[in-house]
């Protein structure tokens, strides 16, 4: 009988070739074999996302960021999971823990700043798209938003570069 790395193997490798139906069944049971190994509750996640999509998979990414807390990425995909189904509040929480553990997580602060300016939070959107700024070039949207809450800080010679 295989054990649940080396399910977890199989369901990667399954995942990859694009055989989802069969990757689901792999992670499922590697995951019943070893209800402590994160990597396959990971691999049950990701099979749930690409064939149910967010609702179905939540459940599935809330183990995983409960076997692994400090796994940003878990979190991020979380929070977008909780995002795609209107829950912005808990949404939120899921991209702050993946900011916390890694500052460098582009989504997830992408993500934040999309929520921050619907909630018009503005020191909040200010802080995280300050940070993106420093990953990666910002859309035209986000370099706009910038220039506008430094303007509205009367931050003006600030305002003027954005």
Not at 26 to 47: F, V
Not at 77 to 89: E, H, M, N, P, R
Not at 106 to 129: C, H, P, S, W
């Amino acid at each position: 009988m295989p054990t649940s790395d080396e399910l977890t193997s199989k369901a990667k490798e399954l995942r990859r070739l694009g055989r989802l139906e069969e990757a689901m069944i792999s992670a499922r049971h590697a995951a019943a074999l070893d209800s402590k190994n994160a990597d396959a509750a990971w691999q049950l996640a990701l099979c749930q996302l690409d064939l149910f999509g967010a609702a179905k998979a939540i459940e599935a990414l809330e183990r995983v960021t409960e076997l692994a807390p400090r796994f940003a990425y878990g979190w991020t995909q979380l929070g977008i999971a909780f995002s795609k189904t209107g829950d912005s509040d808990r949404a939120e929480e899921c991209f702050e823990q993946a900011v916390e553990l890694d500052a460098d997580d582009e989504r997830a602060l992408k993500e934040l700043a999309q929520i921050y300016e619907q909630g018009q939070r503005a020191d909040d959107e200010l802080r995280v798209l300050l940070a993106l700024e420093n990953l990666t070039d910002l859309t035209i949207h986000q370099t706009n938003r910038l220039g506008i809450l430094h303007h509205n800080k009367r931050e003006l010679y600030t305002a003027i570069r954005y």
